[in-house]
């Protein structure tokens, strides 16, 4: 086969790729891409979810006062957590238990500790990233199947990247002189964003497309009873340790301002995203957050009497597997460096998006026909060779 066929070749597997799945590739990308700022586009519907503050000069609360403000709207609420999203302009989440058994996340102000509203348990974030991440298909005895045919799209994504970048000769010229011909019909324009997109793309969609083989891989993992995690065994205040009342009231416990001194005395750098308060007696209190490495997260266990800091979970704990796999997630949906991180994402999906679908368009309109052509010259072929067959002469014995 000449180079020239070969090529050709190439471009016919890299078009075939764009095959009627491409379909279900460009809504999981358009959904995808939503769910990157699905989270702020709640906040613009919600009020609810604002950390308004009262004036210009207040201060936000620590979180000692914001339990105490809770306390006092409701004295007989219970909370279980409380949890700060990365943007500041965001309300704090907190997990909340009512004397009815209602275990809700509620909205609260860092500025004034008010509870603004209880959060649904299925809004947009949750629907676009459903719909994403596995199709909206229940989990009922493991990963549903919708997780496994959404994941599985990784790999003629990750197929369709190399093909592309074997079709498009020199790629990296788009980078010094990118093309965007507008004036010279549909065809050519269409063309020249497929390829000025996948260009410019190239880090992203590798990003996207092995994270994703990754939550396929994952899927198979846990249904087969298989784990890669070093974590050990979630541990317990030992019973001698709990203190006495005399009355059997619980006995007193630290703050938790003072739990998350202890755990930034202990993980250097600790940006505390969550606190975690013991479900009963014999629980610790949990402090956990970002620090150095923006992907994963670091944890501390304290003594909720004493302010020991009993474990910690560090990246150092991780094994070099598991400090890879838990990266893929956050990398996978740049949930990871606040707003503008998320908005880089975001761009890159709307460019991935628009990349599917002109890829669409292309081989409609190319590769239909040039697979057309090739069948042509395939049967053409045969019959020229028979017809110089029968025309040659026979010689005689």
């Known amino acids: 086969m000449s180079k020239k066929s070969r090529s050709k070749l190439w471009f016919l597997v890299h078009g075939w790729l764009a095959l009627p799945i491409w379909f279900f590739v460009l809504i999981v990308c358009v959904t995808g891409t939503l769910a990157v700022v699905s989270q702020e586009i709640v906040w613009l519907a919600n009020p609810q979810m604002r950390a308004s503050q009262p004036s210009d000069d207040a201060p936000r609360l620590n979180y000692d006062q914001i339990v105490a403000a809770m306390h006092k709207a409701e004295p007989d609420l219970i909370v279980d957590s409380l949890n700060r999203p990365d943007e500041s302009h965001f309300a704090l989440d907190a997990g909340v238990t009512y004397p009815d058994g209602r275990a809700v996340t509620v909205y609260v102000n860092p500025y004034t500790g008010a509870i603004q509203g209880s959060a649904p348990p299925f809004n947009f974030q949750a629907f676009t990233r459903a719909l994403h991440g596995w199709w909206l298909v229940p989990f009922t005895n493991g990963y549903s199947w919708g997780w496994y045919l959404v994941s599985f799209l990784s790999l003629p994504m990750l197929a369709s990247l190399v093909t592309g970048l074997v079709v498009y000769k020199r790629f990296w010229k788009g980078f010094l002189r990118p093309t965007l011909r507008i004036r010279h019909g549909a065809r050519i324009f269409w063309g020249d964003l497929h390829r000025l997109s996948g260009i410019w793309s190239i880090w992203f969609i590798a990003v996207i497309s092995i994270t994703a083989v990754w939550f396929l891989i994952e899927a ?178």
């Open 220 to 397: 198979f993992l846990f249904d087969n009873q298989i784990s890669i995690s070093t974590e050990p065994v979630e541990a317990v205040v030992p019973r001698a340790s709990v203190p006495l009342t005399a009355d059997g009231s619980p006995a007193p416990r630290i703050s938790l301002d003072a739990a998350i001194q202890r755990a930034r005395d202990s993980i250097p750098g600790l940006e505390e995203s969550f606190v975690s308060l013991p479900d009963n007696a014999y629980s610790y209190l949990s402090v956990g957050g970002r620090s150095g490495y923006p992907l994963m997260f670091q944890t501390a266990n304290i003594n909720p009497y004493t302010g020991e800091v009993a474990a910690t979970r560090l990246l150092s704990d991780r094994s070099a597997l598991e400090f890879v796999t838990e990266s893929m997630r956050p990398l996978h949906t740049g949930d990871f460096g606040g707003i503008w991180i998320k908005l880089i994402w975001f761009f890159f999906g709307l460019l991935l998006s628009m990349m599917v679908l002109s890829g669409l368009l292309i081989w409609t309109k190319r590769t239909a026909l040039a697979t057309a052509n090739a069948l042509k010259r395939s049967h053409k072929a045969p019959s020229a060779q028979a017809a110089t067959s029968m025309h040659t002469p026979k010689v005689s014995q």
